[in-house]
């Protein structure tokens, strides 16, 4: 079982940057490719971002795109996403997920999640 524990959520102006963390316990790290999604209170989770396990391939979706970037340090069993230029339309609660598959844009593909942090940008 992998528990995944987000941080570095915020609140910030439109422009500003932010890095949020996610750090993995309770597994093998490499294993898994993993995943950003984010949810604006009541709506579904919206995919951000994805890497795979050894961080040679990632996606995005298009709104991030140019602007956050993801990455990870199998070594310290953490994956980041730096989020640059961040606009209103970001806010919303994000969320690092684990697959044991490929990964993908669907939040089924995930077989973990973690909690969740907030991230606020303000105009």
């Given at each position: 079982?992998?528990?995944?524990?987000?941080?570095?959520?915020?609140?910030?102006?439109?422009?500003?940057?932010?890095r949020?963390?996610?750090?993995?316990?309770?597994?093998?790290?490499?294993?898994?490719?993993m995943?950003?999604?984010?949810a604006?209170?009541g709506?579904?989770?919206?995919?951000?971002?994805?890497?795979?396990?050894?961080?040679?391939?990632?996606?995005?979706?298009?709104?991030?795109?140019?602007?956050?970037?993801?990455?990870?340090?199998?070594?310290?069993?953490?994956?980041?996403?730096?989020?640059?230029?961040?606009?209103?339309?970001?806010?919303?609660?994000?969320?690092?997920?684990?697959?044991?598959?490929?990964?993908?844009?669907?939040?089924?593909?995930?077989?973990?999640?973690?909690?969740?942090?907030?991230v606020?940008v303000?105009?």
């Open positions: 079982q992998v528990q995944l524990v987000e941080s570095g959520g915020g609140s910030v102006q439109a422009g500003d940057s932010l949020v963390s996610c750090t993995a316990s309770g597994g093998t790290f490499s294993t898994y490719a995943g950003w999604f984010r604006v209170s709506e579904e989770r919206e995919f951000v971002a994805s890497i795979s396990r050894s961080g040679n391939t990632v996606y995005y979706a298009d709104s991030v795109k140019g602007r956050f970037t993801i990455s990870r340090d199998n070594a310290k069993n953490t994956v980041y996403l730096q989020m640059n230029n961040l606009k209103p339309e970001d806010t919303a609660v994000y969320y690092c997920a684990a697959s044991t598959g490929v990964g993908s844009t669907r939040p089924r593909s995930y077989n973990y999640w973690g909690q969740g942090t907030q606020t303000s105009s």
